[in-house]
């Protein structure tokens, strides 16, 4: 299992290099020059000095090597300093923002609690009501809450956040006035009554995002539910004379939970991206917001972290996906 | 399905001798199963999936309004009535008219046109991309590997995100040689159709795999048939079928990309209408004027869940497997 582990976190290595550069190359070929923005009245060699201290100008191969140094030795250092109060790598170049000139990363951090209680709320939700729909349609198969299940996650697929994330703002917030319609970032939790107030601002976003999530994850309980009721050991079980609910809640769920599991792991990236969308639609000042912000702003080397983070969240969770398979079906594993 | 309507009776009436004389009446009723292609069959078991038929009737229904709809209700989507603006529901503008009085049923049509075609346009090409790069791979054994790690690197890459930042970099670029609209058509079209292949790709992989084994592959390639012609007689025709499902979910998918691209203000430019554009349009009124939210997102919405009606009919039509019962 060591091995296959090693062998997968090694593999992933080349493939971030790769999708680095490509990232980087992509930005590279856009036209466009950082220093249009400013004043025709600034001399050209004071321009090229901006351009200088901007990181340009020098070869396309030393630029890329300073970007990676840059992003894999001196941030994770300074994330090091942040958490144990240390001094690493004090006055080395860090990745500047364009448009505030202050660490790509430090806003990075900035942002990061609101999408993660958003985004990360909205899986646990979705998961959460996703798997005991699974089950329930694929035991009682054809029944009308299977068929019902069956509508209500094409209506999942189907409609986009970008749409539901209005209608449910139509409804709830300016027919019925339950809940507001901006997501306030600044609201701080201190007692029940501002706890209430989040969770108020709360329950629109994540719904939403929880619609998609549950949509996916409840056909694929469904799915792997009715591949393993078929199966021969489940027969055995109910011969033996166990009791319904055990047969089905510990025989036939802890099998069909192998993949499914995976393909949890598998969507958490996915609702990154979809994250980007639903905070456009409430105005959640998070990661999504700042790449949208960023890309508007032509801030290259915002965008190019925020798209290489993107990044190395799906390869992460690629790999985690691989290795919890591999733990959990020994079957499965290449050692 | 008037096919289908002729074929019965006579299918019925053919069976009587059947069981008077089975000898001599078995043949008129094989020829008459022979005569049946497989895409009556096919047919047959799309007919039975209730969700699939309405689906695709309205997806016709769609293809039909955008395309005639311009001839039908001839407002230009761009002429600016301000004495109409903000008008709701009435008899000149059914679907009211939004805030500079332009007629928004018009601007629907004109608005799925672009949708429509780029969800077609988007799905063809990446539905081209992943057939080429699946067969080669599944045929060729050694552009097996190389292939396979540039779809798995396709895979990992943030898409959202690139698209993003591919309609930011090269819009004016491709603006300034093509002319506006045709220009952020082709880039939006591209764009889709170059993120959205590597599912079609492992799948058409996985088949072609599969069917390299089988015994007919074995007797042409006995033959000496070539490879150019063992793609295309051979191998093609059998992987049709996941070929025609990943379609329906490719003009899903690019048809809500291209909507949330234009949400996100980085689609379509504003004076030319797209369903995605109209919605992000209204939403700075949506308080006052909720219905011209609904109208574009429904229509998305609709459309798309239309489509994924079609591909899980499709699918269950399509493999024999179920097809018989």
Redesign the interface.
């Known amino acids: 299992m060591l091995t296959f582990t090693l062998r997968r976190v090694l593999i992933s290595i080349p493939t971030l290099l790769v999708i680095a550069f490509a990232i980087f190359m992509l930005l590279e070929l856009a036209p466009g020059d950082p220093t249009a923005q400013l004043p025709l009245t600034i001399p050209p060699e004071v321009r090229e000095q901006i351009r200088q201290s901007l990181g340009l100008g020098e070869p396309l191969p030393v630029r890329f090597g300073k970007w990676l140094i840059q992003f894999f030795w001196v941030e994770p250092l300074h994330i090091i300093n942040g958490i144990f109060g240390t001094d690493f790598a004090e006055g080395a170049q860090r990745v500047l923002s364009w448009q505030t000139r202050s660490p790509v990363m430090d806003i990075v951090w900035q942002r990061m609690p609101q999408t993660l209680w958003v985004v990360g709320m909205s899986y646990i939700v979705g998961v959460a009501i996703a798997l005991p729909i699974g089950i329930y349609s694929a035991y009682k198969q054809y029944s009308v809450f299977d068929q019902a299940g069956t509508f209500v996650s094409m209506i999942g697929y189907s409609v986009p956040p970008f749409f539901s994330g209005v209608l449910v703002i139509v409804i709830f917030s300016v027919k019925l006035g339950w809940f507001p319609s901006i997501y306030d970032t600044t609201h701080v939790v201190n007692d029940w009554d501002s706890f209430v107030v989040q969770l108020r601002q709360m329950i629109m976003p994540v719904m939403v995002l929880a619609l998609q999530t549950t949509a996916q994850i409840s056909r694929f309980m469904r799915a792997s539910m009715l591949d393993n009721l078929g199966q021969d050991y489940v027969r055995t079980a109910r011969a033996k004379g166990m009791s319904e609910r055990s047969v089905v809640l510990r025989h036939t769920l802890r099998n069909s939970m192998i993949p499914v599991v995976t393909v949890i792991a598998l969507g958490v990236p996915g609702i990154f991206g979809g994250a980007i969308i639903t905070e456009q639609v409430f105005k959640v000042n998070g990661i999504g917001q700042l790449l949208i912000t960023a890309i508007q702003a032509n801030d290259l080397p915002m965008v190019q972290t925020l798209t290489f983070i993107f990044a190395i969240l799906i390869v992460l969770f690629n790999l985690i996906a691989d290795v919890l398979y591999g733990v959990l079906d020994p079957r499965i594993r290449y050692d | 399905m008037t096919d289908r309507a002729e074929d019965a009776p006579v299918a019925g009436h053919e069976e009587t001798p059947v069981a008077a004389n089975p000898v001599q009446a078995a043949q008129p009723q094989n020829v008459s199963h022979g005569s049946r292609s497989q895409w009556l069959d096919v047919w047959d078991q799309f007919r039975t999936h209730k969700?699939a038929l309405a689906g695709a009737g309205f997806f016709v229904f769609i293809l039909l309004a955008v395309t005639l709809g311009p001839y039908l209700w001839i407002y230009d989507p761009t002429y600016i009535d301000i004495r109409a603006r903000n008008t709701g529901i009435s008899l000149a503008h059914p679907l009211g008219a939004d805030q500079l009085g332009r007629d928004m049923l018009a601007r629907m049509i004109a608005g799925g046109r672009t949708s429509v075609s780029v969800g077609v346009t988007a799905m063809a090409l990446a539905l081209f991309l992943g057939t080429l790069i699946g067969v080669l791979a599944g045929y060729f054994r050694k552009l097996d590997g190389p292939l396979m790690r540039f779809t798995?690197?396709f895979?990992?890459?943030?898409?959202?995100?690139?698209l993003?930042?591919?309609v930011?970099?090269?819009r004016?670029?491709l603006s300034a040689n093509f002319g506006p609209e045709t220009g952020i058509f082709l880039l939006i079209v591209v764009g889709i159709g170059v993120t959205s292949w590597m599912p079609t790709a492992r799948i058409v992989r996985g088949d072609v795999l599969a069917l390299k084994e089988r015994e007919f592959v074995l007797a042409a390639r006995s033959i000496g048939t070539p490879d150019r012609r063992m793609i295309t007689r051979h191998i093609l025709p059998n992987v049709l079928s996941p070929i025609m499902v990943s379609a329906t979910l490719g003009i899903?998918n690019a048809i809500?990309t291209e909507?949330?691209l234009s949400?996100?203000?980085?689609g379509f430019p504003p004076d030319y209408p797209t369903w995605?554009r109209l919605?992000y349009d209204a939403?700075d009124y949506?308080?006052q004027y909720?219905e011209r939210?609904?109208w574009p997102?429904?229509a998305?919405?609709?459309t798309?869940?239309s489509v994924?009606?079609i591909g899980?009919g499709l699918r269950d039509a399509l493999d024999p497997r179920i097809r018989g019962r």
């Open positions: 969700g798995d690197l895979l990992a890459l943030p898409l959202l995100p690139l993003l930042v591919m930011l970099l090269f004016e670029t899903a809500i909507s949330a949400f996100l203000g980085l995605g919605l939403t949506l308080q909720p939210v609904i997102g429904a998305i919405s609709l798309v869940l994924n009606y899980d």
